[in-house]
């Protein structure tokens, strides 16, 4: 599928991304601690499958070497709630937790726990849905916690500079920006994953590329990859054995549309967190 992780699971184009945060990260497997990660850049950059990748060979290495280390990669982006994020760390870590009855104290006596025997190597994904949750400050807990590694994702920089000086003071994050695709890079991926997701002349190389134009234009290649989706299953439905012009059209507008439902719920959303702030202060 194209939406799928690229094949091999090893992010393309993105090799300098991968060998500068396992430079980063190396430490993790001697000291079982290393300096956190904060990486930012725009949507559709490839932020979350680098991370993961990373996470992956970490698993794999410290397999390989017998090292005790466990990783966790969690999106803060569905829970939007420290209590289940912190409960997704734990089951994670092979522990059995129930959605609810756990009190927050109980949680991290257990991820304490863990790390008498192991380090860990945590990523948060869409980690500015909590970092403003200072009822229950998770990133300030876990980034003071002994052998503990986070990295931490959003599309913003801004997001680290809003963090409480306490917890930028024991977070000390690297920053990593990963920066949009190439249309060159865009291209090269779009007939990867084509090669990978369909039959042979399913598409031809000019509407793939039309298809990865619009990843440009836009910045972001998760919206390309759903046109792309979308267009096969337009030709799917009408019987056709080859993607068409017409079914890419209807294709980006069935998506443009559903791009600016989302938009205007983002922006929503944004309002109401700002309005919640304005009637706190």
Known sequence: MPLSDPPGGKPVCRDAYLKQMARYLADFFT???????????????????????????????????????????????????????????????????????????????????????????????????????????????????PETTLILISNNIDDITKLPERTLSTLQPILIYIEPYTAAEIQHIFKQRAEHAFKPNTITDQMLTMIANTASQTGDTRFSFQVLLTAAQVAEKTGKQTIEPGDIASALEQENAFRKIKEYEILKHKLLKLKKQHEKN
């Open 31 to 145: 000291t079982c601690r290393a300096r956190n990660l904060f990486i930012y850049g725009p949507p559709g950059t490839g932020k979350t499958i680098c991370a993961k990748h990373v996470l992956a060979e970490a698993a794999k290495h410290a397999s390989e070497k017998n090292i005790q280390a466990k990783t966790v990669y969690v999106n803060a982006g569905k829970t939007r709630n420290p209590y289940y994020i912190m409960t997704e760390i734990i089951k994670q870590l092979g522990i059995n937790v129930p959605e609810a009855g756990w009190q927050m104290f109980r949680l991290k006596q257990t991820f304490e726990h863990v790390l008498t025997k192991n380090a860990v190597l945590i990523a948060i994904d869409e980690v500015d849905s909590i970092i403003f949750k200072e009822k229950e400050p998770l990133v300030y807990y876990l980034s003071r916690q």
